[in-house]
Nanobody, 117 residues
Protein backbone atom coordinates (compact mmCIF):
# COMPACT_ATOMS: atom_id res chain seq x y z
CA UNK A 1 0.00 0.00 0.00
CA UNK A 2 1.32 3.44 -0.93
CA UNK A 3 -0.09 6.48 0.80
CA UNK A 4 -0.11 10.09 -0.40
CA UNK A 5 -1.18 12.75 2.07
CA UNK A 6 -2.30 16.20 1.00
CA UNK A 7 -4.31 19.18 2.13
CA UNK A 8 -1.96 20.80 4.59
CA UNK A 9 -1.25 24.49 4.61
CA UNK A 10 -1.21 27.68 6.62
CA UNK A 11 -4.37 28.68 8.44
CA UNK A 12 -5.26 31.14 11.18
CA UNK A 13 -6.29 29.98 14.61
CA UNK A 14 -9.93 29.00 14.62
CA UNK A 15 -9.82 27.96 11.00
CA UNK A 16 -10.30 24.59 9.33
CA UNK A 17 -8.45 22.26 7.04
CA UNK A 18 -9.25 18.90 5.56
CA UNK A 19 -6.43 16.47 5.00
CA UNK A 20 -6.70 13.68 2.49
CA UNK A 21 -4.74 10.49 2.17
CA UNK A 22 -5.04 8.59 -1.06
CA UNK A 23 -4.00 4.95 -1.06
CA UNK A 24 -2.88 2.88 -3.95
CA UNK A 25 -2.71 -0.86 -3.99
CA UNK A 26 -5.20 -3.49 -3.21
CA UNK A 27 -7.14 -4.23 -0.09
CA UNK A 28 -7.24 -0.67 1.19
CA UNK A 29 -10.61 -1.38 2.72
CA UNK A 30 -9.17 -4.10 4.94
CA UNK A 31 -6.79 -1.79 6.80
CA UNK A 32 -7.12 0.35 9.84
CA UNK A 33 -6.30 3.90 8.78
CA UNK A 34 -4.73 6.40 11.10
CA UNK A 35 -3.47 9.95 11.28
CA UNK A 36 -0.45 10.93 13.31
CA UNK A 37 1.41 14.18 13.75
CA UNK A 38 4.84 15.35 14.74
CA UNK A 39 5.52 18.84 15.94
CA UNK A 40 9.04 20.33 15.92
CA UNK A 41 11.09 18.92 18.76
CA UNK A 42 8.38 16.48 19.79
CA UNK A 43 7.71 12.82 19.27
CA UNK A 44 5.18 11.63 16.78
CA UNK A 45 1.75 11.23 18.35
CA UNK A 46 -1.43 9.46 17.44
CA UNK A 47 -4.27 11.73 16.34
CA UNK A 48 -7.12 9.60 15.01
CA UNK A 49 -7.92 6.24 13.47
CA UNK A 50 -10.77 4.46 11.77
CA UNK A 51 -11.57 0.80 11.44
CA UNK A 52 -11.81 -0.76 8.01
CA UNK A 53 -15.50 0.05 7.73
CA UNK A 54 -15.20 3.50 9.23
CA UNK A 55 -17.95 2.63 11.70
CA UNK A 56 -15.60 2.97 14.64
CA UNK A 57 -13.24 5.88 15.06
CA UNK A 58 -10.75 6.87 17.72
CA UNK A 59 -9.30 10.25 18.60
CA UNK A 60 -6.70 11.53 20.99
CA UNK A 61 -8.29 13.62 23.73
CA UNK A 62 -6.73 16.87 22.54
CA UNK A 63 -8.63 16.79 19.25
CA UNK A 64 -11.96 15.33 20.34
CA UNK A 65 -14.82 17.49 19.21
CA UNK A 66 -12.59 19.27 16.71
CA UNK A 67 -11.14 16.64 14.37
CA UNK A 68 -13.07 13.97 12.50
CA UNK A 69 -11.62 11.03 10.64
CA UNK A 70 -13.56 9.43 7.85
CA UNK A 71 -12.87 7.15 4.95
CA UNK A 72 -14.25 6.42 1.53
CA UNK A 73 -13.23 2.91 0.58
CA UNK A 74 -14.62 3.34 -2.92
CA UNK A 75 -12.09 6.13 -3.43
CA UNK A 76 -9.31 4.52 -1.40
CA UNK A 77 -9.10 7.71 0.60
CA UNK A 78 -9.13 8.65 4.26
CA UNK A 79 -9.79 12.18 5.46
CA UNK A 80 -9.10 14.22 8.54
CA UNK A 81 -11.41 17.18 8.96
CA UNK A 82 -9.81 19.62 11.37
CA UNK A 83 -11.86 22.44 12.85
CA UNK A 84 -11.15 25.07 15.47
CA UNK A 85 -7.45 24.78 14.85
CA UNK A 86 -5.00 26.18 17.38
CA UNK A 87 -1.26 26.88 17.12
CA UNK A 88 -0.73 23.72 19.16
CA UNK A 89 -2.00 21.73 16.18
CA UNK A 90 0.96 22.86 14.09
CA UNK A 91 2.82 19.76 12.95
CA UNK A 92 3.57 17.49 10.07
CA UNK A 93 0.62 15.16 9.69
CA UNK A 94 1.10 11.60 8.49
CA UNK A 95 -1.41 9.02 7.41
CA UNK A 96 -0.80 5.36 8.02
CA UNK A 97 -2.34 2.00 7.27
CA UNK A 98 -2.16 -1.11 9.37
CA UNK A 99 -3.73 -4.32 10.48
CA UNK A 100 -4.57 -3.17 13.97
CA UNK A 101 -5.37 0.01 15.79
CA UNK A 102 -1.90 0.01 17.35
CA UNK A 103 0.12 -1.43 14.48
CA UNK A 104 0.79 0.51 11.30
CA UNK A 105 2.93 -0.89 8.52
CA UNK A 106 2.55 1.73 5.81
CA UNK A 107 3.15 5.46 6.07
CA UNK A 108 2.58 8.45 3.85
CA UNK A 109 5.10 11.22 3.34
CA UNK A 110 3.47 13.79 5.59
CA UNK A 111 1.82 17.12 4.99
CA UNK A 112 2.62 20.31 6.90
CA UNK A 113 -0.08 22.05 8.88
CA UNK A 114 0.78 25.46 10.31
CA UNK A 115 -1.68 27.37 12.47
CA UNK A 116 -0.91 31.01 13.11
CA UNK A 117 -2.12 32.87 16.18
Amino acid sequence: VQLQASGGGLVQAGGSLRLSCAASGRTFSSYFMGWFRQAPGKEREFVAAATWSGDSTYNVDSVKGRFTISRDNAKNTVYLQMNSLTPEDTAVYYCAAGNDLDLYDYWGQGTQVTVSS
